[in-house]
């Protein structure tokens, strides 16, 4: 557990300062391929297990044995593709050719341009846009990484809701206390910067868990049923990207999901333990 850890930290360090610098990283996996700030092409005649664009478009011509998602661009099929699992377009759309096969679903997650300028100045929304698509990144490389222990987060968050969201306050609130004793310690200084990387990783570990429960239980709303944690977790980010536009009411919704996602990373240890 502490390799994983240590790996979730060294994500977010790299991850967190700049969206622009996410552009051209590449991640591989058993012949599956996720780009984040470049295009995918599958020409005709290839076939991978799964293709993910964060901030690009996904062209298809040839074969994708399970599921395709675009996050920030369009997916576009011609002919001769073939996928045969779901497609997700979030903040694009799927462009389909009538002779292309999809056993899946196809799933469109919009997010509306004039929710998000309302009320606020270009640069504010330019700004939120970007970090939100950056932290979308950082959940398709936490999700692909650690899927068990999000899973494992996630089911305790659905079963005990209540317990989760009581030690994520306790974890709010005692944090202040226990940095000052670190720091009347004399001693304990130098595990101060430990202290807080480790509660900023719960913390996004805990919302993206937390994330993908919302996604799973609004796609269930629009009987949509067993879809990749994925596609789970974009749709439940999105809505909660969505709500932050609400006066109080999406604060206040996305600090109780960040305080039961703390919570039950606490009570599970990151996802180790039931």
């Not at 360090?13 to 058993?30: M, R």
């Not at 993908?212 to 944690?229: D, E």
């Not at 809505?239 to 703390?262: H, N, R, Y």
């Amino acid at each position: 557990m502490s390799k994983r850890i240590l790996a979730l930290l060294m994500v977010l360090s790299l991850l967190v300062p700049s969206f622009a610098a996410l552009k051209g990283l590449e991640v591989t996996k058993e012949e599956s391929i996720v780009k984040v700030g470049e295009n995918i092409n599958v020409p005709e005649g290839a076939e991978v297990k799964t293709v993910v664009a964060v901030g690009g478009s996904v062209t298809i011509a040839g074969k994708v044995v399970e599921d395709v998602v675009a996050i920030g661009g369009n997916v576009s099929l011609s002919r001769s593709a073939m996928v045969g699992g779901d497609v997700v377009a979030v903040g694009g759309s799927v462009q389909k050719d009538p002779n292309a096969i999809i056993k899946g679903s196809v799933t469109e997650v919009k997010v509306p341009t004039a929710m998000v300028t309302k009320g606020l100045g270009w640069g504010v929304a330019l700004f939120s846009l970007l970090s939100f698509l950056a932290f979308l990144v950082l959940a398709v490389i936490l999700v692909g990484l650690f899927d068990k222990y999000l899973g494992a987060i996630s089911y305790y968050v659905e079963r005990l809701p209540g317990h989760s969201l009581l030690w994520g306050l306790l974890a709010g609130l005692l944090t202040v206390p226990i940095i000052l004793l670190l720091v009347i310690s004399v001693i304990g200084i130098p595990f101060i910067p430990v202290l807080i990387m480790l509660l900023i990783a719960a913390g996004v570990f805990g919302y993206i868990a937390a994330s993908q429960l919302i996604g799973k239980l609004f796609l269930k709303t629009v009987r949509i049923y067993n879809k990749p944690m994925i596609t789970e977790v974009a749709c439940g980010l999105v809505l909660l990207f969505i709500l932050s536009f609400l006066p109080v009411l999406g604060w206040i919704v996305k600090a109780l999901v960040g305080t039961m996602g703390l919570g039950a990373v606490i009570i599970t240890r990151f996802g180790t333990q039931g």
